[in-house]
């Protein structure tokens, strides 16, 4: 099997292949370099067709071999829709396309596992459906070994990169260019990073990454509508979201207008009196402020309602968001949103922050084309790329490609600490290093989303807009009382919540269900998300967690495991009925619902689940780069991981494994103990120094209770 780049050009050399029936140990077929080429020719998926799947594979043309693998597909219940097979004399080759309606990430998995041994290096195929399976999964976990022969301690595979020949050249030569530690290399390539890439990776450019902004769809025509504005000074009304993302994303584009001289309006909604997303009075009330334009950042793709009631008002409205949408869109002026079916490719995975910079690009060109600038000082972009990369960080996007880029380069500006909000936010966090993507994610994101979960929702948008010094630090003194609010809030309902979900699992012969749903009265409805997080990560189920209010309306907030697009089954959800309002991404969503719908809406997300997984989840797998001993874990190492920084979804900081090794000089610390503090040792003369956070109800409390003169294997990230 060999890859083919963009431009058609083979990119894997002498790699050899055998296709295998395992079911029956007959050989299908063999074949070598160039005998079968997958080539970069998925097809965009319209997202009526969400729920199937493309595989399309040019294979040898021998007698029998399209049946044979259609009996195989078959076998593991994946509906065969199509098999076109064409002549083709110069290869001899023939075309399988296979489309489903029915085959989960996992059967798909299993399915090609059964029919193909994997040789050698693989360059995956391009997969242009970003609803369906994941091809880089598939071909990197077949570039691992298992390391331990049981679960570990939370019934997790820990998966070992295998050394290949191609792995210890490209090992040998990133030494001998960079100095980059051996123990590295490995994943680099295991994440697909070439000697083509690597110093784009190392040192990711924005000028060679960024878009052309009017290649998505109404980007030019949102960028002209505003123009018009801009140029007559005439005041913007602003919709964001309470959280992170939207917090950026208002406060770079109000920044930006009023530095061009216009007034802006924001308007961050309260969750608990207005809920998520646009509302008919807040929009009115913008308009009646003297706004004839409003946009809307982080939210209003599924805004049907309220932004239809605009329609009667003399207003337009921009939408600028990056959530799933329907088939139908609502009516707006403009909808600038990455995840169009009918827009540029290869941008879903942006965050709102990072469509608005974007956006900002364009409309920045755009007036100083109309000669906006000639008397006026021109913005300069570049000072918002730290909101860009808090909001990316803490939405929890994919850090690769361009995010990526975002993020490395919103690190460098926020080190200048010239955002007076940032700045002091840092300060009262006790940040006292470089920003990193730890501290955006778990010191500056949970301060500023305290304010939308339990307190005032614009705070978050004040701060980040603040110039005065003193101000910015009143604001974030209050963020960060209403976050130790929070922390207590969370401890609370997260015990309430892993009580009501140890009941259920008693009450189903101790069998986790596919998919959980908790509902009660008293729920926060501020700190639900985190807690499904938690959840979530401790049972490996999806998870969504609702409070009833008052009113008797429950607001519910899902999270995901891997493999189980919870957005798009929250939007089936809405169109069956079952739930009042929702949307969200794959790892997360929220919706309303009415309390006499939940019993429906449990039994639709487990028989989902249950249809996704083949009824199976997986198991939770972790891919580890090296096995190494606590005498390679040195500072020239730890300097190293730094450097390749940022890391995150989609580029996971890499993870080592360090065998045999025993704890002391345990010691919990934080508000309740939560966390752990020790140190281990493997009989070497050094000592490495651990810390566990978030240990509350986790199975690793029967460790650390009985660990005295017991040895161990670790594994974990080194900084």
């Not at 140990?25 to 005998?35: C, E, H, I, P, Q």
């Not at 002091?424 to 304010?451: K, M």
């Not at 940022?646 to 025993?662: D, S, V």
């Amino acid at each position: 099997i060999t890859g083919a780049g963009a431009g058609g050009e083979p990119t894997a050399s002498a790699v050899l292949a055998d296709i295998v029936d395992y079911a029956n140990g007959t050989k299908l077929f063999s074949f070598g370099r160039n005998a079968c080429d997958i080539k970069n020719n998925f097809k965009t998926m319209p997202y009526k067709e969400k729920y199937k799947f493309y595989l399309r594979l040019n294979v040898v043309d021998k007698s029998g071999i399209l049946a044979d693998l259609t009996t195989v597909f078959k076998d593991y219940n994946i509906s065969i829709a199509s098999v076109i097979q064409k002549s083709n004399k110069k290869d001899k080759t023939a075309e399988l396309v296979i489309i489903t309606h029915k085959a989960s990430n996992t059967v798909l998995d299993d399915a090609l596992r059964s029919i193909i041994k994997l040789d050698g290096v693989i360059t995956k195929p391009v997969c242009l459906n970003i609803y369906s399976w994941n091809f880089n999964k598939f071909f990197n976990l077949s570039k691992t070994i298992l390391y331990n022969s049981k679960s570990s301690v939370n019934n997790a595979d820990w998966n070992v990169i295998v050394l290949d020949d191609f792995t210890r050249r490209f090992v040998d030569y990133l030494f001998q260019k960079y100095n980059l530690p051996n123990f590295i290399s490995p994943y680099l390539i295991f994440k697909e990073i070439n000697l083509d890439d690597f110093d784009n990776f190392f040192t990711p450019k924005l000028k060679n990454l960024l878009p052309e902004p009017f290649l998505f769809k109404d980007l030019e025509k949102g960028v002209k509508r505003l123009t018009n504005e801009v140029s007559n000074s005439r005041p913007i009304g602003i919709f964001g979201d309470y959280d992170v993302d939207g917090a950026t994303s208002a406060a770079m584009i109000s920044s930006y207008l009023e530095q061009c001289g216009c007034k802006t309006f924001i308007h961050i909604p309260d969750r608990f009196l207005e809920g998520y997303g646009p509302n008919e009075k807040a929009l009115k009330a913008l308009h009646e402020k003297g706004s004839e334009l409003i946009i809307t950042v982080d939210c209003g793709i599924s805004s049907f309602e309220p932004l239809q009631a605009m329609s009667s008002v003399n207003i337009d409205l921009i939408v600028i968001d990056h959530h799933i949408p329907d088939i139908t869109l609502p009516p707006a002026y403009a909808i600038i949103n990455p995840k169009r079916v009918d827009t540029h490719k290869g941008y879903e995975d942006l965050c709102a922050a990072g469509v608005t910079f974007i956006f900002l690009i364009g409309l920045n060109r755009e007036l100083r084309k109309k000669g906006f600038f000639k008397n006026k000082k021109e913005p300069d972009l570049f000072q918002f790329l730290d909101l860009v990369a808090l909001g990316t960080v803490c939405d929890v996007v994919p850090l690769i490609k361009l995010n990526r880029a975002f993020v490395k380069q919103g690190l460098s500006i926020m080190k200048k600490r010239e955002n007076a909000g940032i700045k002091a936010l840092s300060d009262i966090s006790s940040l006292n290093s470089a920003p990193n993507t730890q501290a955006l994610g778990f010191s500056l994101g949970p301060r500023i989303n305290a304010g939308g979960r339990i307190g005032n929702s614009e705070l978050g948008v004040h701060l980040l807009k603040e110039t005065d010094e003193n101000k910015a630090l009143n604001i974030a003194g209050k963020l960060d009382d209403l976050n130790k609010k929070r922390r207590f809030l969370t401890a609370e309902l997260e015990s309430k919540i892993i009580g009501k979900i140890e009941k259920i699992i008693s009450q189903n012969d101790r069998q986790v269900p596919s998919a959980l749903v908790i509902h009660g009265d008293d729920f926060h409805e501020g700190i639900i998300g985190i807690v499904a997080g938690r959840m979530k990560e401790t049972y490996n189920r999806p998870v969504c967690i609702i409070s009833i209010n008052k009113n008797g309306v429950g607001k519910g907030s899902g999270r995901s495991v891997y493999g189980i697009p919870l957005g798009e089954i929250i939007l089936e959800a809405l169109n069956l009925n079952i739930i009042n309002s929702g949307g969200g991404h794959d790892m997360a969503a929220g919706f309303t619902i009415n309390p006499n719908k939940i019993d429906n809406f449990r039994k639709h997300i487990n028989e989902k689940v249950n249809t996704l997984m083949n009824s199976k989840i997986p198991k939770v797998s972790y891919i580890a780069t090296s096995v190494i001993p606590i005498s390679a874990c040195t500072l020239e190492l730890a300097n190293w991981l730094e450097r390749l920084g940022p890391w995150g979804p989609g580029m996971e900081e890499p993870k080592f494994i360090i065998p045999n090794a025993k704890i002391t000089s345990f010691r919990r610390f934080g508000s309740n103990n939560e966390h752990a503090s020790f140190y281990i040792s493997d009989g070497s003369s050094k000592k490495l120094k651990v810390k566990k956070f978030n240990l509350v109800n986790n199975v690793l409390n029967k460790v650390f209770d009985n660990f005295e003169n017991v040895n161990f294997n670790f594994l974990g990230t080194l900084t």
